[in-house]
């Protein structure tokens, strides 16, 4: 079954999350809130389509929590401190469209929002959000640098009885304990869906590179394992000869790739595991004189810079990561503070992009 296919018979079983409006407009700052910093460049985060959609599960199949089980007490969001925990320098459109969107709905719904951002350093996101937790903070969502590590902030949290939200990574920890749920997209699936669109790119056959994510993480993890295993059961053609790390930045992405083309002057196609790697692989192949389409690449975000190259034919396929995690963040917050039941994993549903949608509709990227 090809991508597309799949996404349509997909889309059948999915609602859109209660409460999010079919277009965002992604605004700078937040009334209320502790970051008023105006350089939140949130032109780089608007989309005529910028609503998260979740894939309902079968009635019954999903996990639960409820504020009784987490041991908390109720309370009226309206009235409380919320904080949010940034993980990475947001100069990636990715977190740039991810903290204003979280910004613009704290805005929207009048709700005091104080923010912080780790600027990839592990240890500044810990402090970071013990930090929050000093301040006051109620809730908790936080956008995780790394897996692992989540001890401190668990137990300063636990102790106060503060849910937590995780949005785009995963901890390592229990869910309906230690947090409350998980929002994020399919990795595994995202890396199927790559795989499919380079099998489409190169007929099947010929010699692949990855650019992996940071180490440490679930999404590099998952990313890879699906397009793996992806190609092994459909491409047995396409051989994975080399896999480096690019640590999802366009620079890195761009100097491993001038390495691997020249160490592996005939590969044939390039899967990078977000966008800005992406980038970097196609500013390496201009620079060394390639001729666009040359290598296939795929990747993995959907923002506006990568859905152009696909415009220009440059990449091959995007499968988006929608980063637009505000409305869906704060509604699960609130369900889950009035005593509702909320999943503890929260899978959106995410489109993609090739030559077929990319100019028509690049407006949905961010």
């Not at 810990?126 to 137990?155: E, Y």
């Not at 300063?156 to 901890?171: C, E, L, M, N, Y």
């Not at 160490?263 to 004189?289: C, F, H, Q, R, W």
């Amino acid at each position: 079954m090809n991508p597309t296919t799949l996404l349509r018979r997909t889309t059948t079983r999915m609602i859109l999350a209660t409460g999010l409006a079919a277009s965002l407009a992604l605004v700078s700052g937040c009334a209320k809130s502790e970051d008023s910093d105006s350089k939140d460049k949130t032109a780089a985060s608007d989309s005529g389509d910028s609503g998260q959609v979740v894939a309902t599960p079968t009635a019954g199949d999903a996990k639960s929590c409820t504020i009784d089980q987490f041991g908390g007490k109720k309370l009226d969001i309206k009235g409380a401190t919320i904080g949010f925990s940034q993980s990475e320098k947001e100069a990636n459109p990715f977190r740039i469209a991810e903290t204003a969107s979280m910004k613009a709905e704290a805005k929207k719904r009048g709700l005091k929002l104080l923010t912080a951002n780790a600027q990839s350093q592990f240890s500044k996101q810990i402090s970071d959000v013990q930090d929050l937790i000093a301040k006051g903070a109620d809730l908790l969502v936080i956008a995780p640098l790394n897996s692992d590590g989540w001890g401190p902030v668990l137990r300063s949290a636990g102790a106060k009885h503060i849910p937590i939200v995780t949005v785009d990574r995963k901890i390592n920890a229990a869910a309906c304990k230690d947090y409350v749920s998980f929002i994020g997209s399919d990795f595994v699936q995202q890396g199927k869906r790559a795989a499919d669109q380079m099998i489409e790119s190169t007929g099947g056959k010929g010699k692949i590179a990855i650019l992996l994510g940071s180490a440490g993480n679930n999404v590099t993890t998952e990313r890879t394992k699906g397009f793996k295993d992806e190609l092994k059961a459909k491409a047995p053609g396409l051989k994975v000869v080399v896999e480096q790390t690019g640590d999802f930045a366009r620079e890195k992405g761009q100097q491993v790739t001038e390495q691997l083309i020249q160490s592996n002057p005939d590969i044939t196609g390039l899967y990078a595991e977000n966008d800005e790697m992406g980038i970097g692989a196609v500013n390496a192949l201009k620079g060394a004189g390639k001729k666009a389409g040359a290598v296939k690449i795929v990747t993995v975000d959907g923002t506006r810079n990568a859905v152009q190259e696909i415009v220009d034919g440059w990449i091959s396929g995007v499968v988006e990561s929608n980063p637009r995690f505000g409305p869906l963040a704060f509604e699960t917050l609130d369900n889950f503070t009035k005593g509702q039941k909320v999943a503890q994993d929260i899978i959106i549903q995410d489109t993609q992009y090739n030559k077929d949608n990319a100019k028509t509709d690049i407006d949905k990227a961010f």
